[in-house]
């Protein structure tokens, strides 16, 4: 069984095929993504995930193809001793905005409070949960309802308090419990609906019961930075909202603690001795502010940052700069865009029909997107999961290729003919519509140009409209006159798409802005997080990915890649598709080469 | 009479920043739509969350009302908290002000440093070939996009010059993440976008001066002083230039207003800690507290920068009292 | 009725000595213009400019006959491909030609720029005009409104107005005369409160004209010079807050080429395809310089003195 005492429990009773043929000890899994690093850096990393396909490159690494790797990999990690002591400088585009983590929404937040604050469990990058606060994973109880985690003993906070199952409980009652009504926590929505109750029969042991069966529960709420109920209990929840304490901690429980933050600039952190897992090996950590993905590049090149995330269009510069190493691996994230089915908006008159959406898919050459706007950093996306889900079904029922004949002839079938303008038209209605992105991301603004020429090539006009992001998100998710919009996701470790794609979430306030409502799909997505059996929830998914490749009302275009640069002086960062923002276990063992 | 001029114009100001206020608030309250501030793509949040932030954070409410509860907040001194992060606004504000008069006084100060002497030498040597130098250098400073001459100098002084092993500027920030602070890292940091923004003034102000300086030194009163008998030198210095700058200060003055949000690009191009990149991220991401706080702010330096020139000009020239 | 082109010729200064008499006296716009005619820079520059708006007119003339491609038109095949060739200013990121758009960039860039200046000096003139002209209250009450228009931190204003009015050309347009014309206003009620005054005004006056024909007769052309300076000047000064709001990311938004956006969009490729960030980048240069050159020669032709 893969990571030995880390992966067990009946809610992940089937192994998934990684886990088994996964190395048996963290070293291993440091030194095989190490290894599989250094492939990819030694290969052309367009050539062999265009030719293989992203999800190919992971399972052919994680299927057991090590020795392969080891062998073609050339040069060896020399194993270098860890030096304490050091700063690491990682900048990003935006400012956080809170660090307190049950009210922080954000990425850049969520980063800076999951080195301050560990929850009850933690993520490999693999997507395997390991014990944090919690010693281990835990076994739920046959009902599948109730789940007892027991605390690692001694747990103290960084003012020497002992850190017990009260924390827990007061931290998950700032978002589920009616006393803490007023606290603007985004967690509320979730936690309230199904949490049932939280206890403590005693200082070491919390636990927990869900309303119903509720898969996703480990993966996805287990994680939060849990808060000092010593420093934050006597607060009422307006007061939780306002205090001091978000936007500077004065106590802690993560390997990290806050020393100062220079709005607009950067956060600086201090190893925290106190840390549960031992006292991390760099003196300080320092989240900075950068205007643009220009300025990372910049920033890498000059050493002022030791990491950062690389835009796919920098990926070139960067690769030139003796100092930075890049890696580069698949994550849970699509860009993809939505039709308004809505039949009261012109969206749904136009895109009704199956056969519309499916035409419209396959006159887009995908892969030339892939490479002319992403330069080769992705790849052309099947199916709705993304790659590294462990539900991710990589040939559905109905695959799409750039097939531009069928595409015309699929409309001609539909009756949508072209005019004497060159644009179809049916019954007197143009196939002419607008596309709508948030402004300010490059490659989004290209994807709309590209999407508006390849289908002008086969009579539709399709306009494309830059607007700032609020008033995207306004459109998704309540005023939609949109007829098509553009963005991309981030997905959570759990295959479960329900805010997407559930009728349930077309009211106004979710996430269903297509307006796609289809009973089957309602139903496999419900049955599927009621149960915990791994394998019989991969089968439901299978099934809705098929249904999905099919009706496609929001296709896909492709699977991001994820690259980050970090100097050569920085070692041990370990970064993967699940713990690259905010469950960064490994963190503590980053050190640096000149120890400055 | 001075004193009736002062109330008069003074009532009149703060006429000028209701009005601004209001309509920053229109501007923002007509655009947001149906978005609440703080929302991100987040899967998690349910309608009802959404519908309780806005109700906590007044929008659920006319505009008017809003606009209303914040001005008597104001005129207790409380400008409220931000709608993205919580954090008092005047703490935001107090944060990054002193950041932007830092860039923004600096530019000046060095504007004004150069522009004379390059004024002097533009007018003493008139017709020359320095004199042409100087024209074609401040006029060519006038016609570089600021956020490219602020980029240019990023890839030279940064990168180009770290990489060439040379002692290199930072590209970002006004102090070092760790260590930083202290007046030399500061004066490292403030170099390039001061020079960015400098450069503009640099362009207007010495051309003025030349020409000012032109206008002084063809007066009868230098004849005058020539034919006394006095030194070239201090025909020059003392009485030509000292009449001279008495135009240029005006000038000066006219850009004070544009002290707050004069350099926003400038402080977006290097990542400026500063108050106008504050209100821009800001009023993208409908942050109406921390918006209509700077802007109060910016208009109130604005006002009061052109109510003390009013006086000024009042005590100076006794006919505009009674106009 | 005494005719403003010889009171005017009177207010110029005086020959140079008694007797100078070599050429016959010449209205005030004779004169500026031979002072204008007899700068080189100047002329060069004002030129220039001329040339640019022309190519900018006629831009579909150039896609048909030199460089037979449309400004939107992909070719994701050839992308970045250097200068030369086919292509003689290159392609850029999604394979257009960067010579096609700069031709099409300028009818944007250009065309915001006469229309905002445009824009500006009519609401402006006229708000200044009858403030100058009638004063007291209307005087008051204008000003005070022209004094929250410049009391407005301008780069606040255009950031919500840029949300508000997605930004095409001609409401980008609008949005920058917004904040424009309230210096016009001043100057323009400046110059109206000095002419005012004047003798022939007066004497007009005394005769019974009417306001209206007052204004426009008589007060707008001692106005003009102020305009006409400002316009000039200004033509610059706005193609470099276009490209200032296209960098803030408020401006002309893509696939519309402008220059301000061409050279925005090019800074991502900086270190890859730097021809792409330099001929937009020159582009502007050139023009804004050409239009400050040509603002100075025309201020300069107008009064002499401050030459």
Known sequence: ?596 | MLAKFVVRRFLASIVVVLGVTLITLLLMDRTRGTYVPGIDLNPALRPEDIARLRTNLGLDQPFYMWYVTWIWNVAHGDFGRSMIDGSPVTSHILDRLPNTLELTGTAIVVGILLSIPLGVIGALRRGSKADHALTVVSVAGFAVPQFWMGLLLILIFSVTFQQAGLPWLPSSGATSPLNGGDLWDRIVHLLMPATVLAFFYLSVWSRFTRSSMLEVLSQDYIRTARAKGMSERRVVYLHGLRNALIPLITLVGLELPGLVSGGLVVEVVFGWPGIGRLAFERALQYDYSTVMGVTFFATLLVVAGNLLADVLYAILDPRIRYA | MIDPGQAIASDLPAPAFEGDARRPAQSYWNESWERLRANRIGIVCGSLIVVLALIAIAAPLFTQFLTHVEPSQLDLDNTFKPPGGAHLLGTDELGRDTLTRLIYGGRVTLGVAFLTIALSLTLGTGVGLLAGYYGRWIDDLLMRFVDVVLAFPAIFLFILMAILFRPTPITLAAVIASVGWGGVARLVRGEVLSVKERDFILATRSIGARDVRLIVRHLLPNVLPVLIVAATLGVGQIILIEAALDFLGLGIQPPTASWGNMLTNSQSYFFHSTWLVYFPGITIFVTVLAANLFGNAVRDAFDPRLK
């Open chain 1, 1 to 596: 069984m893969a990571g030995g005492a880390e992966a067990t429990g009946a809610g992940r009773a089937a192994a998934s095929q990684e886990e088994t043929k996964m190395s048996q000890d963290e070293t291993d899994d440091e030194k095989a993504f190490a290894l599989f690093d250094r492939f990819l850096e030694d290969w052309s990393r367009r050539d062999f995930i265009r030719r293989m396909g992203a999800t190919a490159a992971w399972t052919a690494f994680s299927g057991g193809a090590l020795a392969f790797l080891e062998a073609c990999a050339g040069g060896n990690t020399v194993g270098e001793t860890p030096k304490k002591g050091g700063h690491v400088i990682e900048g990003n585009f935006s400012d956080i905005r809170t660090l307190n983590s049950m009210l922080s929404s954000d990425t850049a937040s969520n980063q800076v409070i999951g080195l301050m604050f560990d929850g009850l469990l933690n993520v490999k990058k693999n997507g395997d949960l390991i014990g944090a606060l919690a010693q281990d994973v835990p076994t739920v109880s046959a009902d599948g309802l109730t789940y007892t985690f027991k605390l690692r003993q001694n747990l103290k906070w960084s003012d020497d308090k002992p850190l017990t199952a009260d924390d827990v409980i007061f931290t998950y009652a700032l978002a589920y419990d009616p006393k803490y009504a007023d606290v603007s926590s985004p967690r509320r929505g979730d936690l309230s609906k199904y949490i049932a109750s939280i206890t403590a029969p005693d200082p070491q042991t919390v636990v927990i019961q869900t309303t119903q069966v509720f898969a996703p529960f480990l993966g996805s709420h287990t994680g939060y930075g849990i808060l000092p109920k010593h420093i934050l209990g006597t607060l009422s929840a307006k007061e939780i909202n306002t205090t001091d304490f978000n936007s500077g901690p004065t106590v802690v429980n993560g390997a990290f603690k806050f020393v100062k933050w220079e709005k607009g600039q950067q956060v600086t952190l201090a190893r925290n001795d106190n840390y549960w897992a031992g006292p991390a090996l760099l003196d300080q950590y320092v989240y900075k502010v950068l205007p643009d993905s220009v300025a990372v590049t910049t920033q890498l090149k000059t050493g002022e940052i030791d990491i950062g995330p690389v835009d796919p269009s920098q990926f070139d510069s960067v690769k030139t700069a003796s100092n930075v190493a890049q890696v580069e691996f698949p994550v849970p994230n699509f860009t993809f865009y939505a039709y308004n089915l809505d039949p009261a908006k012109l969206g749904g008159k136009l895109f009704a029909d199956k056969a519309v959406r499916q035409a419209l898919l396959f006159a887009l050459d995908r892969q030339k997107i892939v490479t002319a706007v992403f330069f080769g950093h992705g790849s052309v996306a099947n199916s709705v999961e993304p790659p590294t889900s462990w539900a991710y079904k990589e040939k559905p029922q109905v695959l799409y290729s750039f097939d531009k004949a069928k595409a015309e002839s699929m409309l001609d079938g539909a009756g949508w003919v072209k005019g004497s303008d060159g644009i179809r038209a049916k019954d007197g209605v143009k196939l002419k519509f607008e596309m709508i992105t948030n402004a300010g991301n490059k490659q989004r603004e290209s994807m709309l140009t590209v999407m508006q020429q390849s289908w002008k090539d086969i009579g539709v006009d399709a306009t494309p409209k830059l607007i700032q992001f609020p008033e995207l998100v306004s459109q998704i998710v309540s005023t939609r006159t949109f007829d098509m919009f553009l963005v991309g996701f981030n997905w959570s470790i759990d295959p479960d798409e329900a805010p997407l794609f559930h009728s349930r979430n077309t009211v106004a306030g979710g996430f269903n802005g297509a307006d796609f409502k289809n009973a089957d799909v309602d139903k496999i997505l419900d049955d599927a997080i009621a149960t915990l059996d791994k394998e019989k929830r991969k089968q439901l998914y299978f099934q809705f990915q098929d249904i999905m490749s099919d009706q496609v009302p929001s296709p896909i275009i492709l699977f991001n890649t994820g690259i980050y640069g970090v100097s050569t002086r920085v070692k041990g960062a370990d970064f993967g598709p699940f713990n690259q923002f905010a469950n960064r276990p490994w963190m503590k063992d980053v050190w640096v080469t000149d120890g400055k």
